[in-house]
Structure formats: structure tokens, C-alpha cells
């Protein structure tokens, strides 16, 4: 808990100097990581204050569109660790040109805040205004909502750029303190990514706030290359792309040329293929390395950052939203936050994990996270790939080189919920998406029967007013009467049918017919329950086998000194195990009848060090029986270690590790 209040402190750069003071980056608290649980508090937190103030929920869609992206941009850190970092380090240990700043001083967190900061101002600038590190950011700007799961819609390939912008901190400031810092930097800038907030009053002077970070996810002509900051919003006032909010124009969010799809891996991708396509299109050297390093928006003839005539914007602003009904939406957000679930437990022991199973574990997860992107597009065959996902899920579990990440899947109940999500994925329909909104058919004259006939009770205002956002005004206010809803379009095919818009009444029953009827929906619970009772009949009633699952397993070795003095075990395999050290981890591995191997991971608690041993006790029948109905399933770990038998005995001592 302590652990999650500081990195909540750490989100607003609230920690003390003397809390970032760590001489080894081995030291330094991971805040991002630890800060998870508070991002997933902190969006509940806005999904209320949103309902509150009444303003748009956030969409499953989008919703699913950024934090995917946030789970394929930690992809690389499985393998690999950051090369931002990893730079930085042999930097400050092999360029010696400047005298290097103590770690524990007042002056080195100052100098790194404002360094970090204003590196990171010319890394954003540069990655607006160069065609390459635009491919790797406009991931980010790619959602055309705006709320607090927008920050995590992070690039995968924007930390191989980012790194050259911070090489020159790493002549003065050590390592353990620029970390800290980009932490704090990348924290801070999660609860900037809201709707809710409105204005910090003086705050708005010196500090990057929600509503300067608003103006620059904008897609508004005004909004295009604006400010740029990390934390301080002076760097914008100072350098010249400052814009401020503007209350007479509201704000439309997304890229100029909208993405259109939720898939993770084109999100991710999809500009860097437009380049490649367009390298090859250009004619002539200077064009194509002008195509490469000038601005996303260069055409040959242009300035080097383009055309500066954008696009106005339309209202209402029409978001990518294809048609996909409620249930499948709420089903596939289900399991892809049971896929985050997992996800998670993956990251944070990614350590005792090979890496061929890893690297099998990744090809799932982004055939995954592709899948769920191809049900939110309305791809034609994503029900397909989902089943084949499904069936994935069951087999996983039993396959050795990944049996260690899918353990969950082993349990009864969770099985149940995939074969009953499997038989759901046949009662779901995806409906195409008209080829013209309902609005599109309707003239002014028809808005005006249509209000006649439906604004009886609304306020006289919204009833005479015939553009179109009148009549959104006037469905919606319909809605809030609970007089139509998502699923009852009763009332508008009756509408449609007085004003006689045909057209409309055909749309309005296609997009009826394909949801899910009462009498479907009983039908489908109907079975579920009757499929469910059928399984649980054949846990019940077939004779399970007896398992053994817990094995006693104790090594022997031997006490040097006594209690008071006693430092030192050594095991049958001569590893020293000092009493400073712990066991922090033990994996084992079995057949029906046999243990094959336990591996031990160590930690000294003093030194940090870890190390690492394999014993292997095959075969193991010969220290228990088993009888033919008996198998073995498992070995409970006991993590803590005790000595049993006299301390002050130099022999017979045990290591109870079982």
C-alpha cells in the first residue's frame, strides 16, 4: 500500500528530493509498475465523474484501442531491457567530459526535473515534426476519445528514438537519477489525459495541465503541433507552439486522417507502411530521405513541415464507431481484460520464464489482442478467429513449454467459461453497418414531422429546431424519458413510417433484426444453464483419481558455527546459501510419476545478487509408492526457509524447500 501511495505521489512529482536519492539503478522502485493498480482506480474514478457531469462515456472500442496498444508497447521489455537506459549507462560510464553531479544532492534533482523535462519537450517536438518518429508516435494520437485510458495508448517503437534525446544529461547526471526522473516525467503526464477537468487556475501558467494537453491531442487547425510539454508548459511559451484552450470551439480529437481500426498491430505499424509505400512511389534520393526526415504532412513542393492548410472540422464529429451490438462488445471486453489479468502476472515474473515460452506466449497474446480487434471492426470472419482463440485456450494449458503461463486455465470453472463462450460466439451476430446514417436520409422538412411526432413532450425548443443536431438533442432527450432506447426502436419505426421515410424504416428494422430478441436471449440462457448443470452432473459423477499434491522434499547439507555464528549453508550441490539469503522462487516440473527437476532462485538480501540451481530427482518413485489411481498433479513450494534438527550440530541439518 505504501508502495502504491508513493507512486501515486510520484504521478504528480510530489516526492521529496532526499526520496529520489539511489546510487544504484538497481535500487530505484519501478513507480510505473507499481502505479498500475492506480490507473485502473483512477479511470473508475473518471467513468464516474463522467456519468456525473453528464458527458459522453468512454467507448469499449476505443477504450480497447488504447490500453491493447499500452499492452503491445511492453511487449519488448519480456526480452529485452530498455535501450534507453541501457545507453544512458555506458554513456555515463565511458564519456568522461564534464564532472559528474553526487546523487545525493539537492542540485542533481533540480538540474535532472528541468533536463528530463526539456529533453523530453524537443523528443515530442521532433516526433510531431519528423515523418520516422511520427511513425512511432501517432500511435498516441490515434484515439478520437479523450480520457485517462488515452495515455496508455503508448508506441512500442518510440523508445529506439527517444533515447538520443537524453545522451547529454548522461555527461553529468548518474543513471539512478535520470531513471527516477523519466518515471516521474511519464507519471505525471497519465492524469493530464482527461475531460473532466477543466481548468487549474494559475497552474495553467507554468504547468502542463489537462486542458493544455487537450488542445494538443486536437486534430482543430488551431490544436495542430501545439504544445509539446512534459510537465512544465513554459518550454511551449518560451519555444513558440503554445495554444491555448478555446471555450467558442470544442475540441475534436484523433489524427487528421483517422486510423479506422482497432487492430493493435496496425495501430502500432500502419503509418510506418504508408512511408514505406510512399518511399517507393517518390522518384529521386532527395525526395525519398526528404519523405523520411521532413514533416508527416511533406509532399514534394511543400516547406519541409508541410501544408498548413488543415482540414476543418465537421460537426458533430463522427468517430470511427462500426456497428457492433452491445453483447459482443461486453463479451469481448470481458475477456480482454481476463487476457490484461494474465498479462499482468506474465510481466511481473517474466524472469522465471525461458525464452522460447515467452516468445510463444507473445505470438498468442497478439493473435489475441488482433482477434479483438478484428470483432470491434466488424472484420467479416473475427467470430472465426475467435473460436479458434477459444479452442486455443483449452490446449495451451497442456502443452509443457507453455503449461506454466496458462495455469489458470487449468481450473475447472475457467474451462466451463470458455466452452460456454464458445457456444456464446454462435448466438452473436455481427451486423454490417448501413451505408448511410439514418441522418443522411432525412431532409430539413422530415426533421420537422419527425419532431412533430415525437416532441410532444419534450421542451418546444428542441422541437422547432430542425437541423441536425436538433434532432440528436431531441432523441436523446427521448432517452433520458426513457421513452426509446438502444434496444427499443419501437417508437422510431412508427415515427418513420408517419413522416413516410422509407428509407429510414428499412435501416431502423435491419439494425433491429440484428441484436438479440427476449425470446433468443431466454433461449440462450436456457441452454447455458442446461449445459452447465451437464458438466457439473460429470464432475460429480465420474470417479476422479486420487492425486498426490503435496511432495515433502528435503535436502541434507551442513551447518558451519552455530547459532551465533553460524553464516553459511552449503547443499549437496556445494552452492552456498548464507543466512542473509532467501528463496525467492521454485519451480518444478513432474510426469504422472515422476518429479524430473526443482530449480531454486536465491536472493541475498545484502548484496542483491541472484543466483540460480537445478536439482534433478529422477526418478522419484523410489522415496513414496503410488497406487494405479494415483498421479501426481503438482508440489506445493514452501518459500520460506527453516532449519529443522540441532543448529549447533555441524551435520544432519535440513533445508525444508518442499
Known amino acids: 500500500m505504501a508502495s502504491t501511495l508513493t507512486s501515486f505521489r510520484a504521478m504528480f512529482y510530489l516526492l521529496w528530493p532526499s526520496e529520489t536519492y539511489f546510487e544504484r539503478v538497481e535500487d530505484v522502485p519501478d513507480y510505473v509498475v507499481k502505479a498500475v493498480e492506480m490507473f485502473f482506480v483512477l479511470q473508475l474514478i473518471e467513468f464516474f465523474i463522467i456519468l456525473y457531469q453528464r458527458k459522453p462515456v468512454p467507448r469499449l472500442n476505443d477504450t480497447f484501442g488504447s490500453v491493447a496498444a499500452g499492452v503491445i508497447s511492453r511487449i519488448p521489455k519480456l526480452f529485452f531491457q530498455s535501450i534507453e537506459l541501457t545507453t544512458y549507462v555506458w554513456v555515463y560510464n565511458n564519456v568522461h567530459i564534464l564532472p559528474r553531479l553526487s546523487w545525493n544532492s539537492p542540485v ?16 515530442h517536438r521532433l516526433a510531431h515534426e519528423v515523418n520516422l518518429f511520427w511513425a512511432s508516435h501517432q500511435t498516441h494520437h490515434s484515439a478520437e476519445n479523450y480520457n485517462l485510458s488515452t495515455a496508455l495508448r ?176 461486453i463479451y469481448t471486453f470481458s475477456h480482454f481484460l481476463y487476457v490484461l489479468m494474465q498479462y499482468s502476472a506474465v510481466l511481473k515474473y517474466s524472469k522465471n520464464y525461458s525464452t522460447p515460452a515467452l516468445l ?151 439494425t433491429l433484426k440484428s441484436r438479440l430478441t427476449i425470446g433468443q436471449l431466454v433461449l440462450f440462457s436456457f441452454n447455458i444453464v442446461s449445459i452447465f448443470t451437464f458438466i457439473i452432473l460429470m464432475v460429480f459423477l465420474t470417479k476422479p483419481k486420487h492425486s498426490m499434491s503435496d511432495i515433502l522434499l528435503i535436502k541434507s547439507g551442513n551447518i558451519y558455527g552455530n547459532s551465533a555464528s553460524a553464516d553459511a549453508f552449503n547443499d549437496a550441490q ?44 529422477s526418478p522419484y518413485t523410489s522415496k513414496f509408492s503410488l497406487n494405479s489411481d494415483e498421479s501426481i498433479i503438482g508440489v506445493t513450494i514452501y518459500t520460506v526457509t527453516r532449519l529443522i534438527d540441532n543448529l549447533y550440530a555441524r551435520n544432519g541439518s535440513y533445508l525444508v524447500v518442499g
Open 108 to 123: 542533481t534533482y533540480w538540474v535532472t526535473f528541468l533536463g528530463v523535462d526539456l529533453a523530453y519537450y524537443w523528443l
Open 154 to 329: 503508448q508506441a512500442t517503437l518510440q523508445s529506439y528514438i527517444s533515447w538520443i534525446f537524453y545522451l547529454p544529461l548522461a555527461l553529468v547526471v548518474p543513471p539512478p537519477i535520470f531513471l527516477i526522473h523519466t518515471q516521474m516525467n511519464l507519471l505525471y503526464q497519465f492524469w493530464i489525459h482527461t475531460d473532466v477537468i477543466s481548468n487549474l487556475g494559475p497552474f495553467e501558467y507554468i504547468l502542463n495541465t489537462p486542458s493544455h494537453h487537450r488542445v494538443h491531442h486536437g486534430r482543430n487547425p488551431y490544436c495542430i503541433d501545439k504544445n509539446y510539454a512534459g510537465v512544465f508548459i513554459v518550454w511551449d511559451r518560451l519555444f513558440g507552439t503554445f495554444a491555448a484552450e478555446r471555450n467558442d470551439e470544442p475540441i475534436a480529437y484523433g489524427l487528421i486522417h483517422p486510423i479506422k481500426t482497432f487492430d493493435p498491430i496496425d495501430t502500432q505499424l500502419g503509418h510506418l507502411e504508408y512511408i514505406c509505400k510512399q518511399f517507393f512511389k517518390v522518384e529521386g534520393w532527395e525526395n525519398k530521405l526528404s519523405l523520411i526526415w521532413k514533416g508527416p504532412g511533406w509532399q514534394p513542393g511543400l516547406p519541409r513541415l508541410g501544408s498548413t492548410n488543415f482540414p476543418e472540422v465537421k460537426f458533430p464529429v463522427r468517430v470511427y464507431h462500426p456497428n457492433v451490438s452491445s453483447e459482443l462488445s
Open 360 to 510: 510463444f506466449y507473445t505470438i498468442i497474446l497478439i493473435f489475441t489482442l488482433k482477434t479483438f480487434g478484428a470483432i470491434f471492426d466488424q472484420k467479416k470472419h473475427a467470430l472465426y478467429y475467435e473460436r479458434i482463440r477459444l479452442i486455443l485456450m483449452l490446449i495451451l494449458p497442456r502443452l509443457t513449454i507453455v503449461q506454466s503461463l496458462f495455469v489458470l486455465q487449468t481450473h475447472l470453472f475457467v474451462q466451463i467459461a470458455i466452452l460456454l463462450s464458445f457456444l456464446a460466439t454462435f448466438c452473436f451476430t455481427q451486423v454490417a453497418p448501413p451505408e448511410n446514417n439514418i441522418s443522411d436520409y432525412l431532409s430539413d422538412d422530415d426533421r420537422r414531422r419527425l419532431h412533430f411526432i415525437l416532441g410532444d413532450t419534450i421542451p418546444r425548443h428542441l422541437r422547432d429546431d430542425p437541423t441536425l443536431s436538433g434532432t440528436l438533442s431531441l432523441l436523446e432527450s427521448l432517452c433520458d424519458q426513457a421513452k426509446i432506447s438502444e434496444q427499443d426502436f419501437n417508437c422510431l419505426i412508427h415515427a418513420f413510417n408517419e413522416i413516410n421515410c422509407h428509407k429510414n424504416l428499412i435501416c431502423v428494422k435491419q
Open 574 to 617: 556445494d552452492r552456498q546459501l548464507t543466512f542473509t539469503d532467501r528463496i525467492v522462487n521454485i519451480n518444478a516440473g513432474w510426469t504422472s510419476d515422476t518429479l524430473d527437476y526443482a530449480t531454486f532462485l536465491y536472493s541475498n538480501n545484502r548484496s542483491m545478487q541472484h543466483d540460480r540451481a537445478t536439482y534433478c530427482y
